[in-house]
C-alpha cells in the first residue's frame, strides 16, 4: 500500500501514529525493522537499502531508545522515483514541486516536528514570533496584488544592495514585519546563507533557519549533483517561505534523497545520529552491529554473558544497557583494550554489571559450561596485522564451546574468509550454516553457505581437509548468517547453538 501522498500532519497528535523513516547501515535493515515492531509497536513497516520506513505512536523519549538505526526522520512525501529526462530545468522544477509547499503546510509540519523534539537543538529559537511570520505570509500569498508589490520591493532593493561576485548569487526574500524586508546572499556553494538587514537583532528574532541536505543517487546523478538539486530547493525554500538559510547551526534540516527506488523527503528528529551513544567514552566496533550482535545471543535475566575477545567493551556495554538483568564477563590479552574497555564501563556506569579479565581467548581461565551466551568480534584484516585468521579460528572457537553451556548461543563477527572457515568447522552431517533474517526466517542454501565462490578458505590457507575433518565441532549446530556493512568492509554476523557437550571434534 503505498502512503499518501502528505501525512495528516496538522491533525496528528502524540496518541496518534506518525509517519517514519530510519537510516541502517547495510544488513542492519532487518534488525532495525524488527526493533521498531517490538520496542515500538510500529506498523506499515518497509525495508529498502539502507531505510526502514514505519508508523508509531511514539514520543520522543521512545523513539530515542532505538538502538539499530542512525538517523531518524519524520517522514514527510514517499514517492516513486522522479522521471529521468535531459532537461536540468524540467528535473529541477519537478524536484522542487516534490518539497515546495505553501507556507500552511510547513506550519503543520514544523508543530508537529516540534513536539516530537521536545526540547531538543534550538527549539527554543523557534518561537512564536517565528510562527506568526509564517502566517504572515500565508496569508499575504492570498493576495496577487500583495506578491507583487513584495516582488518589486525585492528587485528595487537587489539592484541597490546586493553586490554579485563571480560564482556568488544573490538571493532577496522579503522577511515582513511592517514594511521591513532583508536580503540574503549566497556565499555557499549550495544555497543561500545568513541575511542582513537595516534591523539584525528583529529580522533574526522573526526569521526561521534552514539547510537542506540532499543525497542522489543512481540515474539521477547522472543528470544532477546533489548540491545543484540542494541549491534549488534551499533558494525556493527561501522565496517561498521567507526562511533564512543557515548551513552551520538551522533551526531545521530537510532531507532530500533521491533514487531509482524512491524519492524521500524528511526532517531529522534529533540532531545527532542515533548512533551515537553518550555512554561510550572511546568507540570500537559500531554500536549498531554491537547491539544486532546481542540481539541475536537471547539473552535472559539471570544469564551469564562472555565476550572472550572484548577489546573496547562495546558488544558488552550495548548488551548491559538493553539487557540489564543479566551478568557480563569481557577478557583480552591487551593491557590497553582492557583499560579502554574499564573507561567505557565507569563512563556507562556500569561497573556494577560488567567485569573484566585479562586473558588469553584460547585458554580462558574459567569454568567448563559456565555461560550461557559467548558473544564476539574476532578480529581481521590489516588493522589487526593477523595473517593466520583461520589457522587462529579453531582453538578459539574450542574455548568457546567449552565455556558454553548445552542450549547456550554463540555470536560472532567474521569477516567472509572466517565465514567460510567456521561453515566447516560447525558443519554437521547433512547439514549446513542458513542464511538468515533478522526476523527469525532461515532459508537453507548449502552452495551459498558453504563458499562464495565455491572454495573453502580453510583449505586456501593450507590446512587441507583432513584438518577440517579433524576438528568439526559437532555440538555446534549453525542458527544464521547475516550480512553486514562495516563501512569499506563486509563482515557476517554468525550465530550457533550448543546442541551437545563439548568433545565431539
Known amino acids: 500500500k503505498a502512503p499518501p501522498h502528505r501525512p495528516g500532519l496538522a491533525k496528528m497528535s502524540s496518541a496518534e501514529p506518525g509517519r517514519f523513516f530510519c537510516t541502517a547501515g547495510r544488513g542492519l535493515e532487518p534488525f532495525l525493522a524488527r526493533e521498531v515492531r517490538a520496542r515500538l509497536g510500529a506498523t506499515e513497516v518497509d525495508c529498502v537499502s539502507g531505510k526502514v520506513f514505519f508508523r508509531a505512536a511514539a514520543g520522543p523519549g521512545e523513539l530515542r531508545k532505538l538502538r539499530s538505526g542512525e538517523r531518524l526522520f519524520l517522514l514527510l512525501k514517499k514517492h516513486s522515483p522522479l522521471p529521468v529526462s535531459g532537461n536540468k530545468g524540467k528535473m529541477l522544477h519537478e524536484i522542487k514541486s516534490l518539497v515546495i509547499e505553501e507556507p500552511k503546510y510547513w506550519l503543520d509540519i514544523i508543530s508537529v516536528w516540534r513536539k516530537l523534539c521536545g526540547h531538543e537543538g534550538k527549539t527554543d529559537d523557534v518561537s512564536q514570533e517565528n510562527t506568526l511570520a509564517l502566517k504572515r505570509k500565508s496569508e499575504e500569498e492570498t493576495s496577487t496584488a500583495s506578491k507583487r508589490q513584495k516582488t518589486e520591493q525585492v528587485r528595487a532593493i537587489m539592484s541597490e544592495e546586493c553586490q554579485v561576485e563571480a560564482e556568488e548569487m544573490c538571493v532577496a526574500p522579503e522577511r515582513m514585519s511592517g514594511q521591513e524586508c532583508w536580503i540574503e546572499s549566497k556565499t555557499s556553494s549550495e544555497f543561500p546563507s545568513k541575511g542582513s538587514g537595516e534591523n539584525p537583532t528583529v529580522n533574526e528574532k522573526l526569521s526561521f533557519s534552514f539547510r537542506v541536505s540532499c543525497r542522489c543517487s543512481g540515474a539521477i546523478a547522472k543528470i544532477l549533483t546533489s548540491q545543484e538539486i540542494g541549491r534549488a530547493i534551499g533558494i525556493a525554500l527561501v522565496k517561498q517561505c521567507g526562511w533564512r538559510a543557515d548551513l552551520r547551526d538551522p533551526d531545521i534540516e530537510i532531507f532530500v534523497h533521491l533514487n531509482d527506488i524512491h524519492s524521500v523527503v524528511g526532517i531529522p528528529i534529533f540532531r545527532l545520529p542515533l548512533a551515537n551513544r553518550e555512554y561510550i567514552k572511546t568507540a570500537g566496533l559500531r554500536s549498531t552491529v554491537a547491539w544486532a550482535m546481542a540481539s541475536l545471543a537471547e539473552i535472559s535475566a539471570g544469564a551469564l554473558v562472555l565476550d572472550p575477545m572484548c577489546g573496547l567493551g562495546t558488544i558488552l556495554l550495548e548488551a548491559a544497557k538493553e539487557w540489564p538483568e543479566a551478568c557480563y564477563w569481557g577478557a583480552d590479552i591487551s593491557d590497553s583494550q582492557l583499560e579502554g574497555a574499564d573507561g ?162
Open 344 to 505: 567505557n564501563i565507569r563512563t556507562a556506569g556500569l561497573t556494577d554489571k560488567i567485569e573484566l579479565l585479562k586473558a588469553s581467548v584460547k585458554a580462558l581461565p574459567l569454568p567448563s559450561e559456565s555461560f550461557d551466551s559467548v558473544i564476539s568480534d574476532i578480529p581481521f584484516g590489516k588493522k589487526f596485522k593477523i595473517t593466520n585468521d583461520a589457522q587462529l579460528l579453531p582453538d578459539i572457537l574450542q574455548e568457546m564451546e567449552r565455556v558454553l553451556r548445552v542450549g547456550g548461543t554463540i555470536v560472532l563477527l567474521l569477516s567472509q574468509d572466517l565465514r567460510k572457515c567456521v561453515d566447516g568447522l560447525t558443519k554437521c552431517a547433512g547439514s549446513d550454516s542458513p542464511e538468515a533474517t533478522a526476523d527469525g526466517d532461515s532459508k537453507a542454501d548449502p552452495a551459498k553457505a558453504r563458499s562464495v565462490d565455491g572454495s573453502s578458505s580453510c583449505l586456501a590457507h593450507g590446512g587441507g581437509e583432513s584438518f577440517l575433518r579433524s576438528r568439526h565441532f559437532g555440538s555446534l549446530v549453525p542458527d544464521g548468517v547475516y550480512a553486514v556493512s562495516l563501512g569499506k568492509t563486509d563482515a557476517f554476523i554468525y550465530k550457533c547453538r550448543k546442541v551437545s557437550a563439548a568433545g565431539n571434534w
